[in-house]
């Protein structure tokens, strides 16, 4: 094996198997462990993201469980996420702790790949799947948002930012309607396509009064404040991703970690949470805000700016979205069911959003 492969996207169609990883990767797995200081017995595959090149393993070890780790996006923006997770862990905040090579480096760049190991929480458990594991989830992400505060990144590493970005990100949603318009056209026998052209109407007009109220909203004032004030979002949190041990809540795989206004973490988890009750609950939304305000106090014009990111069409673009790249595989039969869903969310959303408008100042019901 060449000391210069490079790791590259793998079983793209999934004939090799779920969980098969390439022997050159297996090989470069026993290279970068011989820079750490423990024993390797076992090592097992969790997840894996091999359209990206990025896989985690759990490994048994002579000092304890861990995991080792490939991030799959380049190394300077890895960085960055391995650099918070250290900060995260010197502040306080429950993620996992990084553990240095023989080195004292906090990662091994292989196959133009960084490679990094961590301890391994044993055992987690996902939450209830009721109001009161919604809640644990909101808490836990408050703290991490708090803790966070005041992250300064390597100078070495690209800073990833999306504390700014909302108005272009909203933007460029607003263009994408307009592709998903004429894909269904094109490609209209598919199952999905019809649910999809006869919904884009509505989502569409969501997108562009979004945009709006954004652009004259409280927004960029806030985000004025800079990234050390807010600090970072985990931007793919959720109830896989928040976990309780016997000690609290867990908060694990931090790669895709962003300085970002802190509203946009539980906006994502209020949207997974109303998916899958399958309506709109003001008493599900009310309870997971509070106790989120209760670790981390939501002022009143961020609140704001939350209402504005609940109201754009996040659901209908995150399940539609991918159409772009393979029309034909895509726009199935789930994915109609997922967009009949959405549409069916919609009869319950404006007025949870109006009520959280009426009742909520400063962290309390009026």
Known sequence: MSEEQQITPWNIDGALGEWYVPLYIENMADEVLCHYNFTTTTRTVMALKNEFGGLIWKLETDDGPKSLKILHRPPVRSLFSIAA???????????????????????????????????????????????????????????????????????????????????????????????????????????????????????????????????????????????????????????????????????????????DLPVRDMRKLIDEYMYNLGYWDLEWVMGMLEAYDEVNPIEDELFEVLLIDMSHPNLFYKHVKEMVYEPEAFLDAEVKAEVERVLQLEETKWAVIAELRKEWKGGKRR
């Open 85 to 259: 997770q250290e900060y995260l862990v010197k502040k306080g905040a429950k993620v996992p702790e990084v553990i240095k090579t023989k080195q004292g480096e906090s990662f091994v760049n292989k196959g133009e790949k960084l490679w990094f190991v961590a301890e391994w929480i044993d055992p987690l458990w996902q939450v209830s799947d009721d109001l009161n594991g919604a809640k644990l989830l909101s808490g836990a992400i408050a703290d991490f948002h708090e803790r966070s505060k005041g992250f300064v990144p390597p100078e070495r590493c690209v800073k990833s930012s999306r504390l700014k970005r909302w108005p272009k990100k909203y933007a460029k949603i607003i263009t994408k309607m307009n592709w998903f318009r004429e894909i269904t056209e094109l490609y209209g026998e598919m199952p999905a396509s019809q649910v999809i052209q006869e919904s884009l109407p509505i989502f569409e007009i969501q997108a562009v009064n979004a945009h709006e109220k954004l652009l004259s909203s409280p927004y960029r004032k806030l985000a004025d404040r800079g990234d050390k004030a807010w600090g970072l979002a985990h931007q793919d949190y959720g109830s896989s991703n928040g976990q309780q041990s016997s000690d609290g809540m867990w908060i694990i795989d931090l790669d895709g970690v962003a300085f």
